[in-house]
Nanobody, 122 residues
Framework: QVQLVESGGGLVQAGGSLRLSCAASGSIFSINGMGWYRQAPGKQRELVAGITRGGNTKYTDSVKGRFTISRDNAKNTVYLQMNSLKPEDTAVYYC????????????????WGQGTQVTVSS
């Protein structure tokens, strides 16, 4: 069984920074794409940033230049460094693993973490 656990959320003033972490554990051989999503109250969940196993990244336009996604494949962990935070960044942030090759040789898809709250005060 695979689990993704996020940490690092909290309350910060506008202009501040936070670093989110998401560690995957379980019978994992390797993880392909990983990403960070967010969902604000009353809004749909949206992709914030994604990263391939090889390190190629993509960002939604609203966070370009402020957020940086990275990963440590040896630790099965993905990070999201968030700088110059704005009140509109307030949301629950979720990490996702797109596909996981297990130790047993099977491929499993779309694992989500439980979410971590990020609140940016003005």
């Amino acid at each position: 069984q695979v689990q993704l656990v996020e940490s690092g959320g909290g309350l910060v003033q506008a202009g501040g920074s936070l670093r989110l972490s998401c560690a995957a554990s379980g019978s994992i051989f390797s993880i392909n794409g990983m990403g960070w999503y967010r969902q604000a109250p009353g809004k749909q969940r949206e992709l914030v940033a994604g990263i391939t196993r090889g390190g190629n990244t993509k960002y939604t336009d609203s966070v370009k230049g402020r957020f940086t996604i990275s990963r440590d494949n040896a630790k099965n962990t993905v990070y999201l460094q968030m700088n110059s935070l704005k009140p509109e960044d307030t949301a629950v942030y979720y990490c996702k693993a797109d596909s996981i090759l297990t130790v047993a040789g099977t491929v499993e898809y779309d694992y989500w973490g439980q979410g971590t709250q990020v609140t940016v005060s003005s």
